[in-house]
């Protein structure tokens, strides 16, 4: 399209945009506050930053979608503000559903686009078979799109969405629920498109080491642009800050990473291949001023890390209530801001666990709290758990992993006596699930993904609820629920109602409530989807606390780095166990003698590759 | 651009219906809605929710054992209102009628052919009344039989009884008095309401559930193209509920239709358009499926059952819900397809109902098209 100005490659402009929804509490929140940005021709733009930084509502205004407050947008030349449907006809976009009919099948999706943008029967014959070699959907033309997994979708998604020819690409979180292997071939297939076509990619994503993949990184926090440059200089901001400190013997890596995070030095600390990666903050002095960071060494920064340098600074310079409460206590911690009880609190309980609680590998040889045996579950022909077996040992943190849709949240839903078993045995802290629900129900406590409080009533009237829900009465009822004021700093907000305190403490009282009882055993589903980078640290940081108490934790994720501060865990897809072990037995799975830095993720998508290949063999022999 | 706009009307709007028949297709719950329910709310109205009785059970106390006493019970059975048995007391009587076994006692009194030679021969008539309007009909009916009783014995006996005034029953229209024979046409409204407002109400939400409006709203496609998009495959699916209900009531029920075909499809068309107009404009303010559907139902389904004249009559109701019956759409078409079924076409009730549902067909279907617009929020 000739609209763009001569000379202009400019293919998206946006200028001091601002957009704010009601937060349905009467207030209203800025999704996107004062944002520019520029994108150039034949550029692959990444947008990155984590659940809540207003990529999606970005995209949104680009694509004319929305209205916004007040700002301009100009697409190819086109003012978006004056004519949003202005630049449809250059412009594809895949929402972050896909934007499938899962009633239709492939090819009548992919017919459906080819209508609604006007390719012509010509254009079709030669499209057509371009997109299903390049997504591999060929054989699967007639299937209907809802039974498609997770990455198909994904691919035929992008396929209607190039029906067209566009000369600007927009997908919006397209890789998210998605499993690894889907993802690094989505990667492969764009990095593919924007070489052979003449083609503008703006991709958001909230894996941060997915930007490592585009030619300019535009990093969102809470409505702004924190950065903007090549991935290299998003990573340059922890350059020389960045180190790699090799585990003692005694600990965990999770509980070297406890220790280091209580130092208001530190940006950011995590388990990584069985050592701690950690990242200074932009005003440290040196990693010699940390007692507990022996034998660091200087590694190369990844985008994630300078990330996280730039955060601990906004955050520091923001002092508004909203974010320092949202944030967990270690930063307000280490500025020793406002009347911090609750902070100081959280670092005592964790510092407690890691220099005072019995460190020693408590979950070796423990005996198992938790034992499945060849787990079926069958919803009508349908097979989403499929012969699962494993172990959880007492005092261990346990993770279930795995893509949407493989089967997680099925068998803990099962272990948690939710949902019946179709065949196998389940046995809870010593109750066959078969014969003895209720009470397998009393030994675990359980935090649903949406965390089921009362938003309705204040923070001290659900601790009452939950507490009479458990049964719990007199002086043990009095103890108890002081106890989780105490350990989870509700102390402040007895009063609020739920539904108004922010989304990081109503997942502190929902874990409060689930511990009330004390259970031998807490799952949480999820609990840390849609959740800040910093706010995910703060979580893993009180669950090493809980672990070495003796609680056995189960968890499900679909961030693999974050397997690294679990105990033992196992990997699932479609259904099945594809392996399991500790997070170094898992890595070990993707070694070879010259890759010795494998990833849990790459592990996995070694794991997949295997198995497929493996199923590739067999249907060759029959 | 325009290389694209020239023949992307017609084509985009083909392609979107298509694509709606098919999601209609493949989904179990609009099959049943489309086909399924009529037949069932025909059988159900049909069998079920009849306001006639029939075959009313009772009880004659036969306390006279005389012939003229016999022919009396005989009557009651030969009545297809009436399934009579014979018992020897009252008290028997009432017993029978306490348990619900019977819903009315006919007394006969030891002196009956007695009195009824001296002329004075009374019959005493109990009813169950806990359900007052059906205890009116079988009392009207029970004198019906004795009224008819007493003419045959005057043609056999040649006797004359004295009787002063005899009622002569005129019934027009619903010339059997078979209630069937308006509650059948008045499903018409219920299917057309369910299919034209619920489902497209539904259809819509779902689209914004499941975020495929967001990937439409990015490709060329017109507003006002989806608005006909979503109305063409579904003015069918209703178009084939009025083929299915109708079918059903003249092979089931025999139900006659007075007025002409052609003018009962036109005015039931027509009625469509204005259910359609209600569940999209719905639609345009309802994101998901739960709201929508409660909204089809207390603004268009249940109105339309309550307040059209199908079930209760307007006349009888309190002026102010009267004056609301008004903005009803259902209203107009629940008296169009009565006088379609029962009384002919008669124009004078045709044009006026029809002339109000193109207004409001005009005038949904209007709103719709510049209520929808491609933006999310």
Same mark, same amino acid.
């Given at each position: 399209m000739d609209s763009s100005a001569p000379g202009s490659d400019v293919i998206i402009h946006c200028r001091d945009l601002h957009k704010s929804f009601p937060d349905g509490r009467g207030g209203i929140t800025a999704a996107l506050a004062g944002v520019s940005l520029e994108v150039r021709r034949g550029l692959m733009v990444a947008l990155v930053g984590p659940d809540g930084a207003g990529k999606t509502t970005l995209i949104r205004l680009i694509m004319g979608l929305m209205p916004t407050d007040t700002g301009d947008v100009a697409v190819l030349g086109n003012n978006i503000i004056q /004519?949003? /449907? *202005? *630049?449809e006809s250059d412009v594809s976009y895949m929402p972050q559903k896909f934007g499938l009919y899962e009633d239709l099948t492939v090819q009548e999706n992919l017919d459906l686009y080819a209508d609604l943008h006007g390719v012509s029967a010509a254009d079709r014959k030669t499209r057509y078979p371009e997109l299903f070699t390049m997504t591999n959907l060929g054989r699967f033309t007639k299937r209907l799109a809802g039974r498609l997994s997770g990455g198909m979708k994904q691919k035929l998604g992008l396929a209607c969405a190039l029906v067209q020819s566009p000369q600007l690409l927009i997908l919006d979180e397209p890789t998210v629920g998605v499993d690894p292997v889907s993802r690094q071939e989505l990667w492969a297939i764009l990095l593919n498109l924007v070489k052979t076509r003449s083609l503008t990619l703006l991709i958001s994503t909230p894996y941060l080491e997915e930007a490592e993949y585009c030619n300019h990184a535009v990093v969102m926090y809470e409505g702004r642009i924190l950065t903007e440059g090549s991935p290299q200089d998003v990573a340059n901001h922890a350059r020389g800050r960045t180190f790699r400190i090799t585990t003692p013997p005694a600990i965990k890596p999770r509980q070297l990473v406890a220790t280091l995070l209580e130092s208001s030095l530190i940006a950011d600390a995590v388990p990584e291949g069985g050592d701690v990666r950690l990242v200074l903050k932009a005003d440290a002095p040196g990693v010699a001023e940390i007692p507990a960071a022996v034998n660091a060494v200087e590694i190369k920064p990844q985008l994630s890390d300078g990330f996280m340098v730039l955060l601990r600074q906004a955050v520091a310079k923001t002092q508004t209530a909203g974010v320092a409460s949202a944030v967990n206590g270690i930063s307000a911690q280490s500025k020793n801001k406002s009347g911090g009880t609750p902070t100081v609190q959280a670092a005592t309980i964790s510092g407690q666990s890691a220099s005072h609680a019995p460190i020693t590998a408590t979950t070796d040889g423990g005996k198992a709290v938790v034992q499945v045996h060849d787990l079926v579950r069958r919803f009508g022909d349908f097979i989403a758990v499929n012969h699962v077996n494993f172990d959880i040992r007492k005092g261990e943190i346990f993770g279930l992993l795995g893509?949407? !849709?493989? !089967?997680k949240s099925t068998t803990f839903r099962m272990l948690c006596g939710l949902l019946p078993l179709t065949s196998g045995t389940l046995r809870v802290a010593g109750y066959d699930l078969r014969h003895a629900r209720a009470s397998a129900r009393q030994a675990v406590g359980y935090v649903a993904q949406k965390f089921s &409080?009362?938003?309705? @009533?204040s923070v001290q009237e659900n601790l009452a609820f939950f507490a009479s829900a458990y049964g719990l009465r007199g002086i043990r009822r009095k103890q108890r629920v002081q106890w989780a004021i105490a350990e989870f700093d509700l102390a402040n907000l007895l009063s609020n109602i739920t539904g108004g305190i922010p989304d990081g403490f109503k997942r502190r009282l929902a874990m409060a409530c689930a511990l009330l009882h004390e259970p031998a055993i807490l799952f949480l589903d999820e609990p840390t989807s849609g959740v800040d980078p910093l706010a995910r640290r703060e979580f893993w940081q009180r669950i090493t606390a809980m672990a070495d108490q003796g609680v056995t934790v189960v968890v499900t994720t679909h961030f693999m780095e974050e397997a690294e501060y679990c105990d033992r865990m196992v990997i699932m897809m479609n259904g099945r166990v594809l392996a399991g072990g500790t997070p170094t037995e898992i890595r070990t799975l993707a070694m070879t003698p010259d890759k010795r830095d494998a990833t849990i993720e790459d592990a996995f998508i070694h794991v997949v590759m295997e198995e497929q290949k493996a199923g590739l063999k067999a249907s060759a022999a029959a | 651009m325009s290389r694209k706009a020239t023949f992307g009307k017609p084509r985009r709007i083909m392609a979107m219906s298509r694509k709606e028949a098919r999601q209609m297709m493949r989904d179990p719950s609009s099959i049943a809605l489309g086909i399924v329910l009529p037949l069932l709310l025909i059988l159900l109205f049909g069998y079920? &929710?009849?306001l006639d009785a029939h075959h009313v059970p009772v009880a004659v106390v036969m306390e006279d054992h005389s012939p003229s006493a016999q022919s009396v019970f005989g009557a009651f059975a030969g009545s297809r209102y009436f399934q009579p048995r014979a018992v020897n007391s009252m008290v028997q009587a009432n017993r029978l009628l306490t348990a619900g076994t019977v819903d009315g006692i006919v007394r006969l009194r030891h002196n009956f052919s007695r009195n009824l030679r001296a002329g004075h021969a009374n019959i005493q008539f109990t009813t169950n009344s806990i359900d007052a309007n059906r205890a009116r009909l079988i009392e009207n009916y029970a004198s019906g039989v004795v009224s008819g009783w007493l003419a045959q014995r005057e043609l056999t006996h040649g006797q004359h009884y004295y009787q002063p005034v005899t009622i002569q029953q005129q019934i027009w229209f619903n010339r059997s008095m078979d209630s069937r024979y308006f509650l059948v046409p008045g499903l018409l409204v219920l299917i057309m309401t369910l299919i034209g407002a619920l489902m497209t109400a539904l259809v819509v939400a779902r689209e914004w559930e499941r975020g495929t409006f967001e990937s439409l709203f990015a490709t060329p496609v017109q507003p006002g193209e989806i608005v006909i998009s979503k109305i063409i495959p579904y003015f069918c699916l209703g178009m084939v509920g009025l083929a299915v209900a109708v079918t059903a009531a003249r092979i089931l029920f025999q139900v006659p239709i007075r007025g002409s075909l052609p003018v009962l499809i036109l005015v039931s068309a027509l009625y469509l358009l204005v259910a359609l107009g209600m569940g999209l404009l719905i639609s345009t303010r309802t994101k998901n499926q739960f709201i929508a559907s409660q909204a089809a139902l207390l603004l268009t389904f249940l109105p339309a059952m309550m307040l059209s004249g199908f079930i209760f009559d307007i006349r009888s109701m309190p002026p102010a819900i009267q004056a609301i019956t008004y903005v009803l759409p259902a209203r107009y078409f629940v008296a169009l397809l009565q006088t379609l079924f @029962? *009384? !002919?076409?008669?124009w004078s009730v045709i044009l006026p109902n029809a002339a109000v549902l193109v207004l409001m067909a005009i005038i949904f279907l209007g709103l719709t098209r510049r209520l929808t617009v491609k933006r999310l929020a």
């Open positions: /004519h949003p /449907h *202005a *630049a893509p949407n !849709g493989a !089967g &409080l009362y938003s309705q @009533l | 079920g &929710l009849s @029962l *009384a !002919g076409d008669i």
